[in-house]
């Protein structure tokens, strides 16, 4: 029997090293295929049980958090407030991935950046709560009267704070409702998906900053500062022949201005009046599209802006206009010398009122406006202020930092003064905010052929008097063919005063210590807009 | 004599405090992972598995000294980590797991007194044919009851448990007896089949009667494990005792034969094959593949080093606690966690198999056999079956598994193994002693 016994160890040991190679091959070689199965959720519902951090803005409202609920995938993310931070937090859905803030911070949320995983030692043995805390550097007031003030019109509002590139606000209308998509049932969150989808007015699209528009004569500030900065134009000469429509060489096509109005003279009176037939004058011959091509890109045209939000659009100021054809005074054109005319001399002329090919998003006009308020330098723009981890210590505050010197702080502060001058006596005069020290620029930007078919626009800035402005600001509002013509001066200045008017009031916090479950609605209603808009409706534009 | 026994039994002590302290580390590990906090009862968790093992290890040393010192420190670990993974996917579990497991222990420490001589066994062969077959006809009786579809199980005052299990051992224990009594008439060829030399059907009729009658009663409880593991517990004891191949390879055709027609006449065997074949088919991966496909995931997960105790998702699993209790272990510990747990049963194996070659006597070897093959093929067909190396057959891991019945029942055979040890090394020793002394 012992032979047999002995063929039976043999073949058993021959079973066990079957077992073996299948059991390598399933935890090592086949491994890392099945766990990308697409069947394998695993994986999938790992991550998205796990803690998750909470988004808030620096006030204190919640704006994104987990609660744990008793289903396979063991928390859900909620969205306290709905559509109103939408476009800055994103959604964070099972079957459709993250966008926002949820994207581009998911590693500190879910605590797997170095600084959340290992505070010490200990914590290779535990499985503490490692999920940090978003804070937002919006303020949920700012915000919600930016809503309020746009109201049911599409656009964009974008309110930042100059000196270090913080976003007080960014909304945009129509939003959409993130806890929609980001629910754990597929069906719900596909049909919330599909249903937003197939929305002509596509909510989901951050408008703010990855949508791009005609700036329109808001663009003016960026030929103002390419102007001052190439030495060409001061804020003395040259001075612009008053007159009602420029014809630029080259076409037959007269660049007039608006409501037929004559205007002319130096860059101050020009800006404050946004005289078009002025500004086209100086892009196409004074200036020339070198000039302005460098101006526009030293704000941050034809780059995408160093935002923490993902995908932002590329502002564009086309750089081709064909050969130069003649310079005045020389036998040969020189590039170099102003009044040179090239092949599309005429587009450039469209293109220094912000027409023709140039676009621009709410935020980088936005970005303009902060460049010039603060003395030429362009911070990098952001949302996020800081990160907390589980406890509520701080583990990182995000530091400012320089994203472009757009124009000398010298020929800032003149653009400033210049801008200050269209709030007191120009077009932005309903931005005007009572003890402080305002500029902007409108725009109305035309969108078709059809000239009642207009965006309205309004860059600025706001501050204590003879401070660096605090906030500076952008709205756009969308044409609207039941509205018609919409002026920058009319329809976007008085959102941008509210917006403003908000922003440099203190900040009062919602909620210091969030809880996890507070009441259902968080924070209460804003006190109503204490300044509502007086001005006369007949004033000129 | 005295010098070996004492080295055989401080092994085994020292061995099963190794074990001792491996298991309360892992249930320490199991409950920072799940709760990120100590669990409570973990002092008196060790106090309690070290009560146990010293409780089993003093049997030994009173009722089997001379034993070998591996058997009951392997089988000690292997039901420690069951138990920590028992406990830590369910917690309701873990208090008649322990019950069971010290039930175990008593039935450890009872063989022990009971069995003083395992050949004594022999003569109740046919009382043993006779309580299996009852055993197993026990969950149609008014004692039975179903419990989620299966019809094999039986409750006697609160206790419920599987006749099954414990009809296996008196199996065992027949066909040891009956084949140590008719293993000369039975090789020894009287007719032919074509090219098979066959023996006397006299001698081969009780056997193939009392295994027809088991695998039809397995067969109509829709409980595929048992049958086949019987079924390859007969085969293997039929070829060691009778030395011929002939059944060997009649038996492994009779199973194919067998294996087809369950496959085209039963409808739970077919989708069953093809879950094998192609478990990530659509119509399947939701369904009869659900399973098996989970558990591949489970293993894919741990990779070589696991996820950690209590830090994986094991519970996604179906049925994880019993039949796939080894898919957590590979998910949590691992490769080589998963490894580990083999080489245990392996070893357990390896000692139960040499231990048959040296007893002297025919029944003590095919005991021996019969146990080594009945743990390792029950190791094998479960674990194979969650590898997929084989067809899925849901049987639990000997020591392992949630469960009862088995665990009872492996206790009771590792008691057998340990008796049958101490009896061929006391033999052994004598004999050296009496060639030592010159005549």
Same mark, same amino acid.
């Given at each position: 029997?012992?032979?047999?016994?002995?063929?039976?160890?043999?073949?058993?040991?021959?079973?066990?090293?079957?077992?073996?190679?299948?059991?390598?091959?399933?935890?090592?070689?086949?491994?890392?295929?099945?766990?990308?199965?697409?069947?394998?959720?695993?994986?999938?519902?790992?991550?998205?049980?796990?803690?998750?951090?909470?988004?808030?803005?620096?006030?204190?409202?919640?704006?994104?958090?987990?609660?744990?609920?008793?289903?396979?995938?063991?928390?859900?993310?909620?969205?306290?407030?709905?559509?109103?931070?939408?476009?800055?937090?994103?959604?964070?859905?099972?079957?459709?991935?993250?966008?926002?803030?949820?994207?581009?911070?998911?590693?500190?949320?879910?605590?797997?950046?170095?600084?959340?995983?290992?505070?010490?030692?200990?914590?290779?043995?535990?499985?503490?709560?490692?999920?940090?805390?978003?804070?937002?550097?919006?303020?949920?007031?700012?915000?919600?009267?930016?809503?309020?003030?746009?109201?049911?019109?599409?656009?964009?509002?974008?309110?930042?704070?100059?000196?270090?590139?913080?976003?007080?606000?960014?909304?945009?209308?129509?939003?959409?409702?993130?806890?929609?998509?980001?629910?754990?049932?597929?069906?719900?969150?596909?049909?919330?998906?599909?249903?937003?989808?197939?929305?002509?007015?596509?909510?989901?699209?951050?408008?703010?900053?990855?949508?791009?528009?005609?700036?329109?004569?808001?663009?003016?500030?960026?030929?103002?500062?390419?102007?001052?900065?190439?030495?060409?134009?001061?804020?003395?000469?040259?001075?612009?022949?008053?007159?009602?429509?420029?014809?630029?060489?080259?076409?037959?096509?007269?660049?007039?201005?608006?409501?037929?109005?004559?205007?002319?003279?130096?860059?101050?009176?020009?800006?404050?009046?946004?005289?078009?037939?002025?500004?086209?004058?100086?892009?196409?011959?004074?200036?020339?599209?070198?000039?302005?091509?460098?101006?526009?890109?030293?704000?941050?045209?034809?780059?995408?802006?160093?935002?923490?939000?993902?995908?932002?659009?590329?502002?564009?100021?086309?750089?081709?206009?064909?050969?130069?054809?003649?310079?005045?005074?020389?036998?040969?054109?020189?590039?170099?010398?102003?009044?040179?005319?090239?092949?599309?001399?005429?587009?450039?002329?469209?293109?220094?009122?912000?027409?023709?090919?140039?676009?621009?998003?709410?935020?980088?006009?936005?970005?303009?406006?902060?460049?010039?308020?603060?003395?030429?330098?362009?911070?990098?723009?952001?949302?996020?202020?800081?990160?907390?981890?589980?406890?509520?210590?701080?583990?990182?505050?995000?530091?400012?930092?320089?994203?472009?010197?757009?124009?000398?702080?010298?020929?800032?502060?003149?653009?400033?003064?210049?801008?200050?001058?269209?709030?007191?006596?120009?077009?932005?005069?309903?931005?005007?905010?009572?003890?402080?020290?305002?500029?902007?620029?409108?725009?109305?930007?035309?969108?078709?052929?059809?000239?009642?078919?207009?965006?309205?626009?309004?860059?600025?800035?706001?501050?204590?008097?003879?401070?660096?402005?605090?906030?500076?600001?952008?709205?756009?509002?969308?044409?609207?063919?039941?509205?018609?013509?919409?002026?920058?001066?009319?329809?976007?200045?008085?959102?941008?005063?509210?917006?403003?008017?908000?922003?440099?009031?203190?900040?009062?916090?919602?909620?210091?210590?969030?809880?996890?479950?507070?009441?259902?609605?968080?924070?209460?209603?804003?006190?109503?807009?204490?300044?509502?808009?007086?001005?006369?409706?007949?004033?000129?534009? | 004599?005295?010098?070996?026994?004492?080295?055989?039994?401080?092994?085994?002590?020292?061995?099963?405090?190794?074990?001792?302290?491996?298991?309360?580390?892992?249930?320490?590990?199991?409950?920072?992972?799940?709760?990120?906090?100590?669990?409570?009862?973990?002092?008196?968790?060790?106090?309690?598995?070290?009560?146990?093992?010293?409780?089993?290890?003093?049997?030994?040393?009173?009722?089997?000294?001379?034993?070998?010192?591996?058997?009951?420190?392997?089988?000690?670990?292997?039901?420690?980590?069951?138990?920590?993974?028992?406990?830590?996917?369910?917690?309701?579990?873990?208090?008649?797991?322990?019950?069971?497991?010290?039930?175990?222990?008593?039935?450890?420490?009872?063989?022990?007194?009971?069995?003083?001589?395992?050949?004594? %066994?022999?003569?109740?062969? &046919?009382?043993?044919? *006779?309580?299996?077959? #009852? @055993? $197993? =006809?026990?969950? +149609?009786?008014?004692?039975?009851?179903?419990?989620?579809?299966?019809?094999?199980?039986?409750?006697?005052?609160?206790?419920?448990?599987?006749?099954?299990?414990?009809?296996?051992?008196?199996?065992?224990?027949?066909?040891?007896?009956?084949?140590?009594?008719?293993?000369?008439?039975?090789?020894?060829?009287?007719?032919?089949?074509?090219?098979?030399?066959?023996?006397?059907?006299?001698?081969?009729?009780?056997?193939?009667?009392?295994?027809?009658?088991? %695998?039809?009663?397995?067969? &109509?409880?829709?409980? *595929?494990?048992?049958? #086949? @593991? $019987? =079924?390859?517990? +007969?085969?293997?004891?039929?070829?060691?005792?009778?030395?011929?191949?002939?059944?060997?390879?009649?038996?492994?055709?009779?199973?194919?034969?067998?294996?087809?027609?369950?496959?085209?006449?039963?409808?739970?065997?077919?989708?069953?094959?093809?879950?094998?074949?192609?478990?990530?088919?659509?119509?399947?991966?939701?369904?009869?593949?659900?399973?098996?496909?989970?558990?591949?995931?489970?293993?894919?997960?741990?990779?070589?080093?696991?996820?950690? %105790?209590?830090?994986?998702?094991?519970?996604?699993?179906?049925?994880?606690?019993?039949?796939?209790?080894?898919?957590?272990?590979?998910?949590?510990?691992?490769?080589?966690?998963?490894?580990?747990?083999?080489?245990?049963?392996?070893?357990?194996?390896?000692?139960?198999?040499?231990?048959?070659?040296?007893?002297?006597?025919?029944?003590?070897?095919?005991?021996?056999?019969?146990?080594?093959?009945?743990?390792?093929?029950?190791?094998?067909?479960?674990?194979?079956?969650?590898?997929?190396?084989?067809?899925?057959?849901?049987?639990?891991?000997?020591?392992?598994?949630?469960?009862?019945?088995?665990?009872?029942?492996?206790?009771?055979?590792?008691?057998?193994?340990?008796?049958?040890?101490?009896?061929?090394?006391?033999?052994?020793?004598?004999?050296?002693?009496?060639?030592?002394?010159?005549?």
């Amino acid at each position: 029997m012992n032979r047999q016994i002995r063929r039976l160890t043999i073949a058993i040991m021959l079973c066990y090293l079957a077992l073996f190679a299948q059991l390598n091959r399933v935890q090592i070689f086949d491994a890392q295929a099945l766990r990308d199965n697409p069947d394998n959720t695993r994986d999938v519902l790992a991550n998205y049980s796990r803690p998750r951090g909470t988004v808030s803005t620096i006030d204190g409202a919640v704006v994104a958090r987990s609660v744990e609920v008793d289903t396979p995938l063991q928390r859900q993310r909620e969205y306290p407030e709905a559509d109103l931070f939408a476009q800055v937090s994103g959604f964070f859905s099972l079957h459709y991935g993250s966008t926002g803030v949820e994207q581009v911070y998911d590693e500190e949320l879910a605590g797997q950046t170095p600084e959340l995983e290992l505070e010490s030692l200990s914590d290779l043995f535990v499985d503490r709560d490692r999920s940090g805390s978003v804070v937002l550097s919006l303020r949920s007031d700012v915000q919600r009267v930016a809503r309020d003030a746009l109201g049911e019109r599409e656009g964009s509002v974008v309110a930042l704070d100059p000196r270090s590139g913080e976003i007080l606000a960014l909304w945009s209308w129509p939003s959409y409702d993130p806890n929609l998509i980001s629910a754990p049932d597929i069906e719900r969150a596909s049909e919330a998906r599909s249903l937003y989808l197939l929305d002509p007015a596509d909510p989901m699209l951050g408008r703010a900053y990855q949508e791009r528009y005609f700036p329109g004569s808001s663009f003016k500030v960026v030929v103002s500062a390419a102007g001052l900065e190439s030495g060409r134009v001061t804020m003395d000469e040259p001075s612009y022949e008053p007159v009602s429509s420029w014809t630029p060489p080259l076409t037959t096509r007269p660049i007039t201005n608006a409501g037929g109005a004559v205007c002319g003279g130096t860059l101050a009176e020009i800006l404050r009046v946004s005289c078009n037939t002025a500004f086209a004058e100086m892009g196409a011959l004074t200036l020339g599209p070198e000039v302005l091509a460098e101006g526009a890109e030293g704000f941050g045209f034809n780059g995408r802006p160093p935002i923490d939000l993902p995908a932002p659009a590329r502002s564009v100021f086309p750089t081709d206009y064909g050969e130069p054809l003649s310079t005045p005074d020389l036998d040969d054109p020189d590039p170099d010398v102003a009044g040179t005319v090239y092949e599309n001399t005429p587009a450039l002329a469209q293109a220094a009122i912000g027409q023709h090919d140039v676009a621009a998003t709410p935020l980088q006009m936005a970005l303009v406006a902060a460049g010039v308020a603060n003395g030429g330098v362009i911070m990098e723009p952001r949302v996020v202020h800081e990160i907390r981890n589980a406890d509520g210590d701080l583990v990182e505050r995000l530091q400012p930092s320089a994203w472009r010197q757009a124009m000398s702080p010298s020929n800032a502060a003149a653009l400033r003064q210049a801008m200050i001058g269209v709030v007191t006596g120009g077009t932005a005069w309903r931005m005007a905010i009572p003890g402080y020290e305002v500029g902007g620029k409108t725009g109305t930007a035309r969108v078709a052929e059809d000239v009642t078919s207009t965006h309205a626009w309004i860059v600025g800035f706001a501050g204590p008097q003879g401070e660096t402005p605090h906030v500076a600001v952008a709205v756009v509002v969308l044409a609207d063919e039941d509205v018609g013509e919409q002026a920058g001066g009319r329809v976007a200045a008085p959102v941008a005063r509210a917006v403003l008017e908000r922003a440099l009031s203190p900040a009062s916090p919602v909620r210091v210590d969030d809880p996890p479950d507070p009441s259902p609605d968080g924070a209460p209603d804003d006190a109503p807009d204490d300044a509502p808009d007086d001005a006369p409706d007949d004033a000129p534009e | 004599m005295t010098e070996l026994r004492s080295l055989r039994r401080r092994v085994e002590l020292g061995l099963i405090l190794l074990g001792t302290i491996i298991t309360a580390s892992a249930y320490a590990l199991a409950g920072l992972g799940t709760t990120a906090s100590l669990p409570a009862d973990v002092v008196p968790f060790l106090g309690v598995v070290l009560a146990l093992m010293i409780v089993a290890h003093l049997a030994v040393r009173r009722f089997a000294p001379n034993a070998d010192g591996l058997m009951l420190p392997l089988a000690a670990l292997l039901n420690g980590i069951g138990y920590v993974f028992v406990a830590r996917l369910d917690t309701e579990l873990a208090a008649p797991q322990a019950t069971w497991t010290a039930l175990g222990i008593a039935a450890f420490v009872a063989t022990l007194i009971v069995v003083r001589r395992p050949r004594d %066994l022999q003569r109740y062969r &046919y009382t043993f044919l *006779l309580v299996g077959i #009852l @055993l $197993l =006809l026990l969950p +149609f009786t008014p004692l039975g009851f179903e419990n989620l579809g299966a019809q094999i199980w039986a409750r006697i005052g609160p206790i419920a448990f599987q006749p099954g299990e414990l009809a296996k051992l008196a199996l065992l224990l027949f066909f040891a007896g009956y084949l140590v009594e008719n293993r000369e008439l039975l090789s020894v060829s009287t007719f032919k089949i074509g090219p098979l030399m066959l023996p006397d059907p006299k001698r081969l009729g009780p056997l193939l009667l009392a295994l027809g009658a088991a %695998l039809v009663i397995f067969v &109509y409880q829709s409980d *595929l494990g048992p049958s #086949l @593991l $019987l =079924l390859m517990l +007969f085969l293997v004891m039929v070829w060691v005792a009778t030395e011929r191949l002939s059944y060997l390879v009649l038996g492994s055709s009779l199973f194919a034969l067998g294996a087809y027609v369950a496959y085209t006449q039963f409808s739970h065997v077919a989708p069953r094959f093809e879950a094998w074949l192609d478990p990530w088919n659509p119509d399947l991966v939701r369904g009869e593949a659900y399973q098996i496909v989970q558990a591949t995931y489970a293993l894919a997960q741990g990779g070589l080093t696991g996820t950690g %105790l209590g830090l994986g998702n094991p519970e996604r699993v179906p049925v994880v606690t019993t039949d796939f209790v080894f898919a957590a272990i590979g998910e949590e510990l691992g490769l080589l966690g998963g490894t580990a747990v083999l080489i245990c049963f392996l070893l357990l194996v390896g000692s139960a198999l040499r231990l048959s070659i040296v007893a002297d006597h025919a029944f003590d070897k095919l005991l021996a056999v019969g146990i080594a093959t009945l743990i390792a093929t029950q190791a094998f067909i479960i674990v194979g079956g969650i590898t997929r190396l084989l067809p899925l057959t849901g049987i639990a891991l000997p020591f392992v598994s949630y469960g009862g019945s088995s665990l009872v029942v492996n206790y009771v055979l590792l008691a057998l193994l340990l008796r049958l040890s101490d009896d061929v090394t006391t033999r052994q020793l004598r004999r050296v002693e009496r060639e030592a002394v010159p005549a």
